[in-house]
């Protein structure tokens, strides 16, 4: 599990970026409550996404962005626990992939330049701020891709611990990985398995009637 670390991020502030996509990634942030309620915290996501170049300057972001975020994340979860749940592509699901490739199309997204560093070395910047519809094309272009991708949508899986809505992208040997994150869900699992054994074993057995 990745934690978000960019100084605006309310502490503790748990942010998950091991989904395996930036949209994925986008979806965890209902889990386990509301993430995007407020600007700071978009912007730890935005930065810890990988949308931008470390370092970049978030500050030109106004209060509108975490609601634009928010309803591409609904329209990017209709259509990913859709295709999970094997649906067939009903009104709402057709109104939910017209407004990703609305966002998609809207805007180019952020283009990273190499420059040089203090050092010498190159590394990304941005030649401008990143409006909100170049950040949200990224996002939305990555759900395209993912979605028209057979190897990639048949990696597409739903976590297996108890009352988590993580999906993930299983890249696994085998395809065979269960959580959305071994250190999460796949510790609660174990621990609740040891649990289950231990209280088993302590069960008194029951007394003989013959």
């Known amino acids: 599990m990745a934690l978000a670390t960019h100084p605006d991020a309310p502490a503790p502030y748990g942010l ?4 395996g996509r930036i949209c994925l990634d986008l979806l965890a942030t209902t889990h386990p409550s509301e993430r995007l309620d407020a600007l700071p ?25 975490p609601a634009a975020f928010r309803e591409l994340r609904g329209d990017v979860g209709r259509l990913v626990r859709g295709r999970l749940a094997r649906e067939v ?9 017209a407004r990703v490739n609305e966002a998609a199309a809207r805007a180019a997204p952020p283009a990273p330049r190499a420059v ?44 297996e611990g108890d009352d988590c809505p993580i999906v993930y992208l ?26 289950r054994r231990t209280a088993l074993h302590r069960t008194p057995p029951a007394p003989d009637r013959t």
């Open 16 to 19: 998950r970026f091991d989904a």
């Open 89 to 97: 592509y009903d009104l709402a699901l057709t109104h939910a992939l």
């Open 170 to 195: 299983d890249t696994s040997r085998g395809r065979r990985r269960r959580w959305c994150s071994s250190e999460v869900c796949g510790n609660r699992e174990r621990a609740a398995r040891h649990r």
């Open 41 to 65: 915290a978009l912007r730890a996501w935005i930065s810890g996404s990988g949308l931008v170049p470390p370092g970049t300057p978030l500050t030109h972001a106004d209060p509108d962005w």
């Open 116 to 159: 040089h560093a203090h050092d010498g070395t190159l590394v990304r910047e941005l030649a401008d701020p990143p409006t909100c519809a170049e950040l949200l094309a990224g996002v939305a272009r990555d759900a395209v891709e993912l979605l028209t991708d057979p190897a990639a949508r048949a990696g597409l899986r739903q976590c």
